[in-house]
């Protein structure tokens, strides 16, 4: 089944304790993307990759890394978090970006204390 | 600051009428646009896509786009109970891609 997963679906942590967000995809995908959706706010874009180690910063990328070792990975790294980056976080991805349509992961629900 | 600007809604309509979502946004080099459909606690699901001015339709959708005016539009016609769901619009440009926050739809039986 063609699908993005991501783990874990929900964690919460404390201030400061580094975090790692795992995010594959099945489907041979050049483009991938992670978003933090807030309420009233809607999808934020934070990090993007055109493909195996080029990644870009999208609109929110402060207190986020990101890594494309490999086509189907791309995890979302939160090296000292803080209780802003309490939000839903979705993956995403798709064959080039601009005209494909993006499959999104089943998102992650982070609480930062 | 790129924005996509919607109607937070909600727009509730009876069973059976026609939705009309409409999305603004602010950057006149944008070249692809989205509708994405996103059940409460679920993630966004692709429901159109458009490039060009005009219309464009998909069974009881209907997709909108006027670039001179920076608008795009939703038509849903014979509106289900099932299409209640908040809709997400979204603009790519030069590969990054900005969302509205959604306007959430009610069709009441």
């Known amino acids: 089944e063609a699908q993005v997963t991501q783990n874990p679906r929900y964690l919460i942590t404390v201030t400061g304790k580094k975090l790692t967000v795992t995010c594959s995809q099945n489907m041979n995908h050049e483009y991938m993307s992670w978003y933090r959706q807030d309420p009233g706010l809607g999808l934020r874009q934070i990090y993007y990759?055109?493909?195996?180690?080029?990644?870009d910063k999208g609109d929110v990328p402060e207190g986020y890394k990101v890594s494309r070792k490999e086509k189907r990975n791309f995890p979302l790294i939160l090296e000292s978090p803080s209780p802003n980056q309490t939000s839903l976080y979705f993956c995403?991805?798709?064959?080039?970006?601009?005209?494909?349509?993006?499959?999104f992961g089943p998102g992650t629900r982070l609480t930062v204390t | 600051q790129k924005e996509v600007e919607q109607n937070s809604g909600p727009l509730s309509v009876p069973e059976g009428a026609i939705a009309s979502l409409n999305c603004t946004y602010s950057?006149?080099?944008?070249?692809?646009f989205f509708w994405y459909r996103q059940y409460s606690g679920k993630s966004p699901e692709l429901i159109m896509s458009?490039?060009?001015?005009g219309d464009k339709e998909d069974g009881r959708f209907t997709a909108q786009l006027n670039k001179a005016s920076q608008y795009v539009s939703l038509l849903i016609r014979d509106s289900q109970p099932s299409d209640s769901a908040t809709y997400l619009c979204?603009?790519?440009?030069?590969?990054?891609?900005?969302f509205g926050s959604g306007t959430k739809l009610n069709v009441k039986p």
């Open positions: 995403a991805s798709s064959f080039v970006a601009g005209g494909n349509e993006q499959y």
């Open positions: 458009i490039y060009s001015n």
């Open positions: 979204a603009v790519n440009d030069f590969n990054k891609f900005y």
């Open positions: 990759s055109m493909n195996v180690e080029v990644t």
């Open positions: 950057d006149r080099g944008s070249q692809s």
